[in-house]
């Protein structure tokens, strides 16, 4: 019995068993309502997974222990001075307003995205699943130099309009600019979740709902949306906390906010000790916004699941057109531009400086760093999902928020606090790629955390008891009976961390061999120094690698 | 088990196999905050003509700088190399860098490397207004950079307030006049509506083709467009007589404290402050040598014409200021 569900529910098998899941904390609800308070499970002791998930703890919270060692300089005093300064309110405060906004925008086009490509007669529905996901391989600067070529004050838009007496496109630079280009390049964490969430959702409510007299819109509002709040909670934390830590798309779109004034405090002045003080400030924010979110998550009721089974698809009549045209419009603005934006600066450039054998080295170092970086993230998660879905409690709960430590900070503190380390502590790792791997299993962590917290929770711990019951140890019941299971979520976490790895530019840069690079340094390198055009080919690719993933995951449960 | 699994997990045995390689341990290990493009070259001339191999770690300065100095004591870097003095200078002041002999810092002049002799200037450049010379002639600029406050200089400016050579020279404006005066030149700068552009580069090619007359950039970005045919009537103009308009700032080396190949890691400064490297400086990227028996390109100035001995390039640090004022007057 046990393996003919294993079988069953084995994504690559069992119809909507993972979907094009990717589910970052997508959280699936049973038909059947729960009978009372919810089922502790059963008070079993997890030595092994305790003892590895507070390992894993300890070392994401390396950057937090770094900064708090550096601020430790300062003396309490100016410590204290620097961070109830009105100018540190005043930037913690337009932080704050930006995440709340792109994090606005992001789950209002995110989760009608996601719900439309998840099950709806759609035209182009496959298609439009993959471009949707891949505005997340945009790094931000790219994001944000494409906005400013297109909707800049001399950019395309504006010549478009010139013509027509347009004088001045509204103010870009600012605010305007940020949102935009942030926005644009993480809503698809939203759309992932809530995908994810769907794809898992048993129909049976809205069955009965629209069986009760509700049209589909009222079942939706009633009923589906309802029980995709945890998803959308959990995109919307991964947004939020990615808007904080963000620099890129700031910098160059010169909104200036806490992590800007981090980098400066850094870059102008190598300012270490003060730099840190104001990393633990934005730390401590980035701690009530995961605590906000764990609450959202908390009050939603979960089961485990029965057997998945297909929704029914959501027929959109006259509205199938329109739609599609929406999402594509979408898809231009997160999508198009920047690669039509890096596809100009190539052809501009022409053949110069276009270094292929160097680029498709570089190709190969990404793709290799970022795959097993985002392997090891996903492996470092399970025990701290697995304590956090199958033992609650304080260790589990602690553990969890450790997880996100590394993910909230700018990525370039994250970087100079694993120098620290790496050259003091883990000396035979230190600039090898092993020591890029720890970094992203660092830095990415809460993505693997969360798609496999929920799906780890899907599965009945009965299951486990009667593998276990039958005779099979531990060991024997995660590898026969809970992995097979999980697998389509560890699946897309490790997508998920893929993506992100990828373009990510301070561990690169600090923390790899030396002379080693890779397509985010050198589309770094080149546009540093205003080498657009060369910086056009290594960003297409890496825009092009990571659609791979994508792809595979569209194919293997779209059927 | 699954073919595909097999090949997978062979696949991953394999990557394994290659991140836990790392490189041989005779090279010089450099960190360099200049990119490969402007001194890449160079670091390959150094490894022909000597045999000796260099690794080398490319990233931004302040990056590399910081790398140094989390290191600590347990250095993997040979020698560092940087844009900015300031940058620099903050890692010598935490005793990071080892102190040079006088054979290789009497080759440049006092004001272009550390008092203390832990770093030195490897190749210069200089604050300029950049002018349309088909509006212009040079009698029409003002003699100082404070004319350009002037009311009839409205609407026809061009500065790159977010760009990191624009901050660091009103960093440097503010050492040497005090923050009063370059409050009041920016208030004034301001008060004329100059374009905001985002890199030097465009100001430039925006004055070549008469959008603005004069902008505030570095020197060598009109060398570069001019050798590709894209400069247009763009001129520059030089203020000299210590005059801020015309600040000079080097890029620095210094060689890492505690270093494996501190005898190779000589060879390269010696080999950065020699007639080759300088040459290479003045001809291949338009900047300014340090050293003064090699002269700077023929459209250049020579760079103690420009120098203000009395400050101290390696003090020129406090970007945080700079933007405090920057953000305090409007301007960012």
């Known amino acids: 019995m046990v393996e003919r569900t294993s079988v069953r529910s084995d994504g690559a098998g069992g119809g909507a068993g993972g979907g094009l899941g990717i589910a970052l904390g997508d959280l699936p609800f049973s038909p059947v309502p729960d009978p009372g308070p919810r089922r502790a499970p059963a008070p079993r002791l997890a030595p092994v997974t305790t003892t590895a998930a507070v390992v894993v703890a300890a070392v994401a919270l390396l950057p937090l222990l770094y900064l708090v060692l550096r601020a430790r300089e300062v003396g309490l005093g100016p410590a204290l001075d620097l961070v109830l300064s009105e100018r540190t309110v005043r930037l913690l405060a337009r932080s704050l307003s930006l995440a709340a906004a792109v994090t606005a925008t992001a789950v209002v086009i995110g989760v009608p995205v996601g719900v439309l490509t998840a099950g709806s007669d759609i035209p182009g529905r496959r298609v439009l699943t993959v471009l949707t996901a891949l505005p997340l391989a945009v790094p931000s600067y790219v994001a944000a130099l494409a906005v400013i070529t297109t909707f800049g004050p001399r950019g395309t838009i504006a010549r478009w309009l010139a013509p027509l007496g347009v004088e001045q496109l509204p103010e870009l630079y600012g605010f305007a600019g940020a949102w935009l280009a942030l926005s644009l390049s993480t809503f698809p964490y939203v759309t992932l979740t809530v995908r994810g969430a769907l794809r898992r959702m048993d129909p049976a409510l809205e069955e009965v709902s629209r069986s009760l007299g509700n049209g589909p819109g009222a079942t939706f509002r009633r009923v589906t949306l309802p029980q995709l709040r945890p998803a959308v909670a959990a995109g919307a934390l991964l947004t939020a906390l990615y808007t904080l830590a963000d620099f890129g798309a700031v910098s160059l779109l010169r909104y200036d906010t806490f992590t800007r004034v981090i980098y400066v405090q850094y870059k102008g002045s190598l300012d270490r000790s003060g730099a840190a003080v104001l990393a633990l400030v934005l730390a401590a924010v980035s701690l009530a916004v995961v605590a906000a979110e764990a609450r959202v998550r908390s009050r939603a009721r979960v089961a485990s699941a029965r057997t998945p089974r297909d929704r029914q698809l959501l027929r959109l009549g006259r509205w199938r057109f329109p739609t599609a045209a929406a999402l594509v419009i979408v898809t231009l603005l997160a999508l198009a531009v920047p690669v039509a934006t890096l596809v100009t600066w190539l052809t501009e450039g022409g053949p110069a400086g276009l270094d292929l054998a160097a680029t498709v080295r570089a190709a190969s170092h990404s793709a290799q760093a970022s795959a097993l970086g985002a392997l090891a993230a996903v492996a470092a998660a399970w025990p701290v999902a697995l304590l956090a879905a199958r033992h609650p409690g304080t260790v589990a709960r602690w553990t969890e928020r450790a997880a996100y430590a590394g993910y909230a900070l700018p990525g370039l503190v994250v970087a100079l606090a694993l120098v620290f380390f790496g050259a003091r502590v883990a000396t035979p790792l230190y600039q090898t790629v092993g020591m890029l791997i720890v970094a992203y299993l660092v830095l990415f962590l809460p993505q693997g955390v969360g798609a496999l917290r929920s799906t780890i929770a899907q599965v009945s711990p009965r299951l486990d008891d009667a593998s276990r019951s039958l005779g099979a140890g531990p060991a024997k019941t995660a590898r026969r009976v809970l992995f097979p299971l999980v697998r389509p979520g560890a699946v897309a976490a490790f997508a998920l961390v893929f993506l992100t790895a990828i373009k990510e530019l301070p561990a690169a840069l600090l923390l790899g061999p030396t002379g080693w690079d890779t397509l985010a340094t050198r589309v770094w390198a080149s546009t540093s120094e205003g080498f657009f055009a060369r910086a056009a080919a290594p960003a297409l690719l890496l825009i092009a690698i990571s659609a791979l993933p994508l792809v595979y995951l569209a194919l293997r449960d779209d059927h | ?332």
């Not at chain 2, 901050?167 to 370059?182: I, K, S």
């Not at chain 2, 308009?245 to 501190?262: D, F, K, P, T, Y």
């Open chain 2, 1 to 332: 088990m699954h073919p595909n699994r097999r090949i997978v997990i062979a696949l991953l045995a394999l990557m394994m196999v290659g991140a836990g390689c790392s490189g041989d341990s005779d090279a010089v290990t450099v960190y360099s905050g200049r990119t490969a493009d402007l001194v890449g070259p160079l670091f390959e001339t150094f490894e022909k003509q000597t045999g000796i191999d260099l690794k080398i770690r490319y990233g931004d300065s302040a990056e590399m700088a910081g790398a140094v100095l989390e290191e600590g004591d347990r250095p993997r870097a040979d020698v560092l190399l940087v844009q900015d003095a300031g940058n620099i200078g903050q890692v010598a002041r935490a005793g990071r860098l080892a102190t040079l002999e006088p054979a290789l810092l009497d080759r440049v002049p006092a004001a272009f490397r550390a008092a203390d002799g832990q770093w030195v200037g490897v190749s210069g450049r200089a604050r300029v207004v950049t002018y349309n010379s088909a509006k212009l002639a040079e009698v029409d600029l003002p003699p100082t950079i404070d004319g350009f406050t002037d009311p009839r200089w409205k609407g026809r400016l061009a500065w790159a307030p977010t760009n990191g050579s624009f901050q660091a020279f009103v960093t440097a404006f503010r050492v040497m006049e005090g923050e009063l005066a370059a409050q009041a030149w920016l208030a004034g700068i301001k008060a004329n509506e100059p374009k905001a552009f985002p890199n030097n580069t465009s100001i430039v090619e925006a004055v070549g083709r008469g959008e603005v007359d004069a902008g505030f950039v570095n020197h060598y970005y009109l060398n570069r467009l001019a050798s590709e045919g894209k400069a247009g009537a763009a001129k520059n103009k030089y203020f000299g007589n210590g005059d801020p308009g015309s600040l000079v700032n080097v890029s620095g080396v210094g060689i890492v404290e505690g270093g494996a190949h501190a005898a190779h890691a000589r060879r390269l400064v010696e080999f950065l402050l020699g007639d080759e490297a300088q040459r290479y400086f003045a001809e291949k990227t338009f900047e300014l040598p340090v050293v003064p028996s090699v002269r700077a390109d023929p459209v250049l100035p020579q760079i103690t014409s420009l120098a203000r001995p009395e400050v101290e390039l390696s003090k020129l640090d406090d970007a945080r200021g700079t933007v405090d004022l920057l953000t305090r007057l409007g301007i960012l």
